[in-house]
């Protein structure tokens, strides 16, 4: 496996700038989202769904790769510890 | 050498993202680690990685415990982190790595939790914040 051609600079900007704008708009997702697994790619949520079996099989059909989205469960995180 | 972390927008806290390649597995996985001291051990939530397309013959780890309970984590053998520093990807060979169990020792769902980066890997660097302290910077003086 190269790790180069999975790890670029491409892939990894892409991730690092879909991550920020994730968490800028995380209170605008909760709203529409709340417990509901996300991705998102290109500051656009291109699948979503409630059970994780579910999700995946929606990442499936839609041909997306995982490693081309940034994966999140939305939930109200200031309740975590 | 630093990596930049960034805060969550929701709970203030501290995210880095990172890709975890499992070696032995030849498994990539995608992951905004919470940067947490608090945690003495590096760990993968089960909700961040799809266990559809893991082997199915992963060793166990021991049992770990947080407030959701107690849990037991699998191993996810020869991992490697890496991470996007300001001269570029940079990696780092941690070994084996935790990943934790969908179901806690009493057989109830985990939470969906974060992903943590802990102090078995925040010991490799300083820490320092930005002055208006919405980023936190992981930093290497030399390797």
Redesign the interface.
Known sequence: ?S??S????DR??Q??DD??W??????EL?KEFNLE?VAIKNHIVVAHSKE??DF?RELKQLNID??DV????I????N?? | MYIECYQGFNDKRYYVPAFVLSKQLESVFKINFLVDTGSPTTLLSWNEVPYATLRTNLREDRIYTGMGGSFKAFILPECSLFFYANTGIYDLVVGNLGLSNYLTVDGRLCPPVASVLGIDILNEFSISFSDDLERLFLIQSAR
């Open positions: 496996m790790h180069m999975i790890v670029g600079d990894f900007n991730f690092i991550s920020r994730l968490h800028k708009n995380y209170n909760i697994y994780m079996n995946e995982r490693l940034v994966v999140e469960f939930r109200d995180k200031r975590e510890i």
